[in-house]
């Protein structure tokens, strides 16, 4: 699919100025003006979903935690952490947001709460798990979803880049709606080649401005993922 505006992704939150997927980085986000906040899910030991990117906090697996015990880590870090629910009541309404399966095992449990607050059309998933996405297909295939490239460390290396930097396969194996690779995979026409396939094409994480521009103008990507939206809404905005 081809998105119907370029967007501005506020990556988990507007992360460059608060605790990263916290309510505090959702609402500088949408302060800015960004057209959607992208935000990371995990499972704790008691089965609450969360709003948190690491597997690990302060050395402790998230999966040997009850959520109690992961808010009073987070509490010696600084920052509150919020359950799936909270994020999502917080944005209803306010603007769009882009949930990241960090793992696969609930998917079902998490769609059912996704869809308890919001429509279709106010939320993506996204995630480099081709079995995640295909599962979110399989539930409601009218969900969008995004195909994450740029995997860190993959167990096949050169296989992994090979099906990132030409990902069709995978896209038609798992009927994501669109790609989102990282910023380096941006080579061999990715961009032209996606647009063929009438796919929109979402980079991450791009913070530096000089970088923004390229990716926005040279590249001509239809999305930015970035701690920091206001660096590159200003260029959006006059690049429509």
């Known amino acids: 699919m081809k998105f119907k505006k370029k967007m501005v992704v506020a990556h988990r939150g507007a992360s460059g100025y608060a605790h990263e997927n916290t ?3 959702f609402q500088k986000a949408i302060d800015m ?5 992208e935000t990371d899910i ?3 030991k008691d089965g609450i979903i969360v709003l948190h990117h690491d597997r690990h906090i302060n050395g402790k697996d998230l999966l040997a935690l009850t959520f109690e015990e992961l808010k009073a880590e987070a509490s010696k870090n600084g920052f509150q952490v919020a359950t ?4 999502l009541a917080y944005v209803k309404g306010k603007i769009l947001i882009d949930i990241e ?14 869809h308890k607050y919001l429509r279709n059309d106010e939320f993506f998933i996204r995630s480099f798990l081709d079995e995640v996405l ?3 297909k399989e539930i409601d295939p009218r969900i969008i979803t995004a195909l994450l490239l740029g995997k860190s460390n993959p167990k096949h290396p050169f296989r992994t880049r090979l099906s990132e930097l ?3 396969c995978r896209l038609r194996r798992t009927k994501a709606d669109y790609v989102s690779p990282y910023y380096r995979l941006l080579k061999f026409c990715f961009v032209w080649r996606m647009n063929l396939r009438k796919c929109s094409v979402s980079v991450w994480t791009v913070n530096d401005e000089n970088l923004i521009k390229k990716v926005i103008f040279r590249n001509k990507v239809d999305s930015v993922v970035t701690n920091y939206p206001d660096r590159a809404l200003k ?3 006059k690049d429509e």
């Open 235 to 237: 260029y959006f905005q």
């Open 23 to 25: 309510l505090l980085a």
């Open 33 to 37: 003006k960004a057209d959607c906040i």
């Open 101 to 114: 399966f960090k793992e696969d095992g609930y998917v079902k449990e998490a769609i059912d709460i996704i």
């Open 134 to 136: 295909i599962q979110v």
């Open 84 to 87: 799936l629910e909270e994020g």
């Open 166 to 168: 030409f990902p069709g």
């Open 42 to 44: 995990r499972r704790t």
